[in-house]
Structure formats: structure tokens, C-alpha cells
């Protein structure tokens, strides 16, 4: 069974731009979640969507946003990009919604590079 | 807000000594404890999930144990390629929904 996938796995942008990450869940999972990590702050929780429907969101501003299909592949977007946006932005899937007892298996990242 | 501590930040070790790695967490309705391992470049890899107080499980080196405000991942005997990063994260309940906090992580270093 295939894995989560993200693309693309590395992107360079420059301040102010806007940059749209992918991701791919396992084959039957519904439930996708963004997360961003950056060496000083660990894992932090950005969104996660069920059902095409946003269903948490962490604490990060409204440049951060994201949508999910009909077939569950979720998309997320940064626009304005700043410097502190770089990071290892990280999806993961899970069979249920997150109303459920829920292990989260992870992508392996995209790599942002903010300059 | 839901906190999860871990401790210590780094742990060098030679290969067979046996440790402990320690994540403390506060949080409000408990419904499940996540153990990950990272290596570098990649995203984590899911390894554990504890429900309850008491609770263990085991995979290989690899002991997890969960009380009321403490997990402990126990390592025995380990070896070079247990050198990773290792994640704990708690899920609460959030309404109705749940949301999944995670720890700083613990770099662990296995020389030969």
C-alpha cells in the first residue's frame, strides 16, 4: 500500500510570493493534516480537513490556508510569503475524522526555502 | 492549552546501553499517546499508540509505557540505526473534535 506523498519535495521562493504544497493520503484515508516544523518550534498543528471540510485549525495567520478534494488530496497554500516561513511543511492521513481515535502516518515533507 | 515536555533534548548512548526516554504532558481528556520516530530529511514514522494509564507496548528495542502524566520509551540493548529523533504527541478532545499536540522531540545518538 503506498505511502502519504507530498509534492514538491524541496521549493525555493522568494519573500512575498505565494506557494501551493500538495499531498496525497493513503488509499482509503479520509482525514488529512498540515503541520509545520521548523527546528526552534517543533511540530505545529496548522489545519486538518475530513470530508473536503477544514475541521481544526492551529494557530497561524490567514496566509496560511487549505482545501481537500473529493478524492481526499488535500492542498495547502502560503501567500506573502516571509522568511519565517521556511520550514518542513509535513502532511499526514488517517482512516477516520478526528472525532475518532486516530494514529496519523506522515509524508515526507516539502521542503520551503523562503530567501 | 494541551503542553507536551520531553526530555532530555539529546541522549548519546553506546550501543547496548540500555535508557529511557521521558514526555511529560498536560492535557484535558486524554484520548490517545503517540510515539513517532524521525530521521533526518523525513517525515515521522508512527510507532505507538497508548490509550491508558498502565497500558505497554512493544515493538523490538522499543518499550512504551503510559501513567496518568508521563510516557516513558524505553530502548534496550540499542543500536547504531536507533539513532533518530523521537516524538511524543498527545490527542485531547476539542469539542468535537480532537487535535494532536506534539513534543520538541529527542535526539538520540547510538555510537558503535
Known amino acids: 500500500k503506498a505511502g502519504v506523498t507530498q509534492t514538491p519535495r524541496y521549493l525555493i521562493k522568494t519573500r512575498g510570493q505565494q506557494v501551493t504544497l500538495s499531498c496525497s493520503p493513503i488509499?482509503?484515508?479520509?482525514?488529512v493534516s498540515w503541520y509545520q516544523q521548523t527546528p526552534g518550534q517543533g511540530l505545529q498543528f496548522l489545519f486538518e480537513?475530513?470530508?473536503?471540510?477544514?475541521?481544526n485549525k492551529g494557530n497561524f495567520p490567514g496566509r496560511f490556508s487549505g482545501r481537500q478534494f473529493s478524492n481526499s488530496r488535500s492542498e495547502m497554500n502560503v501567500s506573502t510569503l516571509e522568511l519565517g516561513d521556511s520550514a518542513l511543511y509535513l502532511c499526514?492521513?488517517?482512516?477516520?475524522?478526528?472525532?475518532?481515535?486516530?494514529?496519523?502516518?506522515f509524508g515526507p515533507g516539502t521542503r520551503l526555502t523562503v530567501l | 492549552e494541551d503542553q507536551v515536555t520531553q526530555s532530555p533534548e539529546a541522549l548519546r548512548l553506546q550501543e547496548g546501553e540500555s535508557s529511557s526516554l521521558n514526555c511529560s504532558y498536560t492535557?484535558?481528556?486524554?484520548?490517545?499517546l503517540f510515539w513517532y520516530r524521525q530521521d533526518p530529511g523525513k517525515g515521522p514514522e508512527f510507532l505507538f499508540t497508548?490509550?491508558?494509564a498502565g497500558e505497554e507496548k512493544e515493538k523490538e528495542r522499543l518499550k512504551a509505557t503510559l501513567t496518568k502524566k508521563e510516557s516513558f520509551l524505553h530502548i534496550t540493548a540499542p543500536k547504531p540505526e536507533d539513532s533518530a529523533t523521537y516524538l511524543c504527541a498527545v490527542q485531547s478532545q476539542t469539542g468535537a473534535n480532537s487535535k494532536l499536540t506534539f513534543g520538541k522531540g529527542i535526539t538520540l545518538s547510538v555510537r558503535p
Open positions: 499526514a492521513s488517517s482512516l477516520f475524522g478526528p472525532s475518532s481515535y486516530n494514529e496519523q502516518f
Open positions: 492535557v484535558s481528556g486524554l484520548r490517545g
Open positions: 497508548l490509550y491508558s
Open positions: 488509499s482509503g484515508h479520509r482525514s
Open positions: 480537513y475530513f470530508s473536503e471540510t477544514q475541521r
